[in-house]
């Protein structure tokens, strides 16, 4: 059965992006969010296996939809996503329980080498 995964990222075409590595490796893409607060709603209706989360958003930054989603389920994997430049937002994402994060402009390899990572 392919990992499902919600993919968060303000920009379509950085979720478009990620969409198709993931698609190429056996992932299967569930769902899209471009802020924060839609993540958190859609990680409560779709409980993907794991979440591709961007920190600079609008309305609600990554980091913060991070803490809300691992409040309502401390088991979530969620992988950061950022732009070069951005380790302190990174590691706080990390401290507000990220798994892994990646770097924009997404590596193939480093990307599914996060994924299956997090996934244990």
């Known amino acids: 059965m392919a990992t499902r995964v919600l993919v968060?990222?303000?920009?379509a075409f950085m979720r478009m992006m990620i969409k198709d590595i993931l698609t190429k490796n056996d992932f299967e893409i569930v769902g899209e969010a471009s802020n924060g607060s839609e993540a958190v709603e859609k990680y409560k209706d779709l409980k993907p296996d794991?979440?591709?989360m961007d920190i600079t958003m609008p309305e609600k930054d990554g980091i913060s939809a991070v803490k809300e989603i691992r409040a309502f389920d401390s088991s979530a994997k969620i992988i950061m996503c950022s732009a070069m430049g951005q380790q302190a937002m990174?590691?706080?994402?990390?401290?507000a329980g990220a798994k892994d994060?990646?770097?924009k402009?997404?590596?193939p390899d480093r990307?599914?080498?996060?994924?299956?990572?997090a996934l244990g």
């Open 8 to 11: 968060v990222d303000d920009a």
């Open 50 to 52: 794991l979440t591709t």
């Open 90 to 95: 990174v590691i706080e994402a990390i401290q």
């Open 101 to 103: 994060f990646i770097v």
């Open 105 to 107: 402009p997404f590596q």
């Open 111 to 117: 990307v599914v080498e996060a994924m299956r990572k």
